[in-house]
């Protein structure tokens, strides 16, 4: 992330539970120095260290850390995380906040993990989907490559996707393709969601304007039969599965003749993980 953006996310969020006054149980405790382990309580993939980090140094610049294991890697039950030491008072007052964000996106990248597992040895590539938290995409989206996934778009500017409702406000496929290519930068992508053979059919008269073919929520038989229509036509194109993908489904598609598939589940389904934060010692 750049720089910036993260420290401008981390104020904001602290501004939150800090509010005006700051944290009163802890203010009296200004000046000290305390050291703290970071433990794992459950079996996870770690990631969000820097994130953590910055929290804490947002309230002591002076703060250090040092950690057994980097982001990507696999944190076992009870295993001491991180030794830090740091005011006792910034310790203490960014502690949730820097928790909740370090369970939060170990949580999505350990589920990111699980189904990049599925298409180890696959030629095809996970992608994650613009169904983030509000004010957390860029940490979010952070946390499915650290799980093994790529990034899909990362909003509505850096890439066009003519979905469903574009497709019935234009009036069809070929006059929202050709519409959207007269206005954007001659570098962007545009991809195509289509749902039906006729669909597919319209998006193959344009085909030399589109990118990416997205099949969402195809039947499975259907797939390698519209991917040979689109490659047919233009090799080029790259075509994407959405829609409905379990670790199951994962595991009977991955052999099929798509580039990318995408699921949101990598993000809206991932469940936070069991971090917690201990004082050992006063600092002599």
């Known amino acids: 992330m750049n720089p910036l953006n993260l420290k401008e996310l981390i104020v904001n969020f602290l501004s939150e539970d800090l509010g005006i006054t700051g944290d009163w149980s802890s203010l009296p405790l200004k000046g000290k120095r305390l050291i703290g382990k970071v433990i794992g309580k459950e079996e996870f993939i770690l990631c969000g260290a820097q994130v953590f980090e910055e ?10 850390f040092k950690w057994s294991l980097k982001d ?5 039950e009870g295993q001491t995380l ?36 599925v298409l180890k040895g696959s030629s095809v590539k996970l992608l994650d989907t613009r169904k983030t938290t509000p004010g957390l995409r860029a940490l979010e989206k952070y946390a499915t490559r650290v799980g093994g996934a790529l990034n899909h778009r990362f909003g509505l500017f850096d890439a066009v996707m003519i979905k469903d409702n574009h497709i019935r406000g234009y009036g069809g496929v070929k006059e929202a393709v050709k519409k959207v290519r007269e206005l954007i930068p001659a570098t962007m992508k545009v991809e ?7 669909e597919l059919k319209e998006a193959i008269e344009v085909l030399e304007l589109i990118d990416i073919v997205m099949l969402d929520n195809w ?27 379990t670790k199951e489904k994962l595991k009977r598609i991955r052999e099929l003749p798509i580039d990318y598939v995408s ?8 469940k936070w993980v069991d971090i917690s934060l201990e004082v050992e010692v006063e600092h002599p």
């Open 192 to 198: 195509v969601e289509v749902e039906s053979w006729q």
């Open 55 to 64: 929290v804490i140094k947002t309230l002591d610049g002076t703060a250090t």
């Open 82 to 117: 991180c030794r830090l030491e740091a005011d006792a008072y910034a310790l203490l007052a960014a502690e949730r906040t820097a928790l909740n964000l370090l369970q939060r996106l170990s949580g999505v990248a350990t589920n990111t993990r699980e189904y990049a597992e």
């Open 72 to 76: 990507g890697g696999h944190v076992k």
């Open 263 to 270: 699921t949101s589940k990598l993000i809206t389904a991932a």
């Open 219 to 245: 039947p499975e038989e259907d797939v390698e039969e519209a991917v040979r229509e689109i490659k047919g036509r233009r090799r080029e194109v790259k075509v994407e599965l959405s829609g409905g993908i």
